[in-house]
Structure formats: C-alpha cells, structure tokens
C-alpha cells in the first residue's frame, strides 16, 4: 500500500511538472483589459458636433459605433483657432469628426468615412438657385454658420459670407432679406423639408448641386498603442449600423440611400420594416460618390426585412404598411431645429 501511494505520489508530482513546464512554454490566453477612455477634441459644429444635450449628429454616431465594442469617448469642444493645434499636439487621443488633410495624415489614423458634409445653396422662395460652384455667386451675401470650417478657399471663392449662429439664424436672415442665400448641409435641408414641407414649399427655393462636399471621419492618435484596433473596429460597426436602423434614428431620418451589401450599388432602407404604400419620394444620400449612373435616375433597391428586393414593384405587400408603432422615444424628432416662418 505504501509503495502504491510512494508511485501515486511520484505521478502527481510529475503531472504537476509536466504543466508547469508547458504553462511556461504555452502561457494561458488572458483576457485583454478593455481599453481606456478615448480623450477626444471638435469645435462646435451644430449640428454635427455640439456639447451634450444639443445637436450633435457626427459625435452621437461616433459613439454609438465605439460604444458597440465597449469603448467610451468624452469630446471636449475648442475654439476653431485652438482645434488644429490641439488635436497635432498630442493632448487629446484624436476627434470624432475631422477632414483628411496631409499635416492631420502625418500624426492619425482615420477611418472610413462615415458622414459626407454637402452644403447645397437655399435662397427665398423664387430665387435661382442653379448655381454650380461659390464662384456663381461672387458680390451675393451668403449666410454661413460660424464654426464650418471648410477652409481657406471659401473665403476667396467670390461670395461675401455672413457668419450666422446657427442653422435657425441662418434661415432667419435669409427670410428677413439680411442675405441673399444660405450655404445648409443637405442633412439639415433634409430635415427642414421633411418636418415644415408647407412652410420650405412656400418661402425657400433650394439647390440641388452641391456647392462644398467634404467626407467626414474618425481620427485617432498614431501615439495611442491600440489606435489602428480601434479604427479597424469602428470601420467595421458602419455597415451594421445603417442595417439596423441606428443611422436613422441618429441623423433623424426615414430613408437613407446606402450600399448595405457592400457590392457597389447603393439601396433604400427606411427607419422601419412598415415603410409605408408607395416608394418614398425623397431619400438622404449617406455619400454621392456611392451613386453609379445607372442609379442616378432613381433606379434603385430597397432593403426591407433583412433583403434586397431590385424595385418597389418586387417588395412583399406585407411591408407595404403604415408603421402604427410610437415614435422611438429616444429619437426627438421636432426638436433638433425650430424655424420661426
């Protein structure tokens, strides 16, 4: 019995050795700690970017997508004379909403572009509107809002630009003959036609070129370690984001015009799968440079109920209805802009 317990003894004392020895040379995988708060910097951009608790399209998105792999951002808003220096410098570890250019190129990694900023021409009810670039619009008083930042070359393209407040004091000025046009993001025209349709109709004449477009990105850090993980994940929520509806309920639209399949061809997909009887009349446009030829002329499929369907004609009937449901409460459409007409 001794003896048999003696070589029971010897054989856990080697089993425990032979782990020990593989542990050393195969270590256990070990779960990687979550990474740390990004420290992030923007101006304030309405409505695009904004402290909390106001308009802030570009950071909501942001950190919707970040949030979906357990990443946590906080954007501190600068002035647009401190929002260059500060993001080079190193201070903060990059910015929710950013242009590319070659100095940001030498010190970020961007991602995708998940935005495109178009700014159309609106003028008052009437007006030609059928400009092709700022230079069609040299000696006319432009309204603009102060802190859109779309360079140097705006300001010598011709017109003579009024800094405005916001969107609301823009179209303000605009309807009180302060200024002849507006420069607004087609997402906030979207917007305007969508929830004052008699009030846009009858006072505004809007543009269809746009006269800017810029594609709008993530930005983090080269100095961070897990900079290009962090990126790479963030591309990878976007697609899944305008599929499930969270494009929607952010940029407070019904339809949005994107490639949800990734093969090169842009679908419709409404805010819901009860879009209603007849195609829509009007849908935002995620990015124009997504948009072949063949489907400019409003040629398009829809994406309803997890599948693509080449025409309205193909989409099941079932779908073909009103969505009865109340408004997601997280989304407060009617409150993002209010235009006094």
Known sequence: ????????????????????????????????AQAAPLT???????????????????????????????????TTIVTAAEFTPALLS?????????????????????????LENRLVLVG?????V?????GDLKGRRVAIVEGYSYGESIDSAGPLFVRSTSEEDSVSQLLN??????????????????????????RLQIGSTPLVKRELFFAVSKARPDA??????????????????TYHRLLHVDWIRADVNDDGLPELVPASDRPGRSAPKQAYTLFTTEIPVSRSTGNTGFYIGGNIYSDWASVPESYKEDNTQ????????????????
């Open 1 to 32: 019995m001794r003896c048999f317990l003696d070589v029971a003894r010897r054989g856990t004392q080697l089993l425990l050795a032979s782990i020990l020895a593989l542990s050393c040379v195969h270590p256990a995988p070990t779960i990687s």
């Open 40 to 74: 992030l910097v923007s101006t304030a951009w309405p409505p695009f970017t904004n402290p909390p608790g106001q308009p802030r399209f570009a950071l909501d998105l942001v950190e919707a997508a970040l949030g979906r792999f357990g990443v946590t951002a906080r």
């Open 90 to 114: 190193g201070r903060f570890d990059g910015t929710a909403a950013v242009w590319k250019d070659p100095e940001r190129e030498r010190v970020l990694i961007f991602s995708q572009p998940y």
């Open 124 to 128: 008052r009810h009437g007006a030609d």
């Open 130 to 134: 059928s400009a092709k670039t700022l």
């Open 177 to 202: 003959g302060d200024v002849d046009y507006t420069l607004v993001d087609e997402l906030v025209v979207h917007y305007i036609v969508r929830n004052y349709p008699k009030e846009s109709a009858a």
């Open 228 to 245: 290009e993980s962090i990126v790479a994940r963030f591309n990878a929520q976007l697609q899944g984001m305008i599929a499930d509806r």
């Open 326 to 341: 109340a408004p997601d409460p997280r989304r407060s459409t009617g409150t993002i802009f209010t235009f006094r007409w």
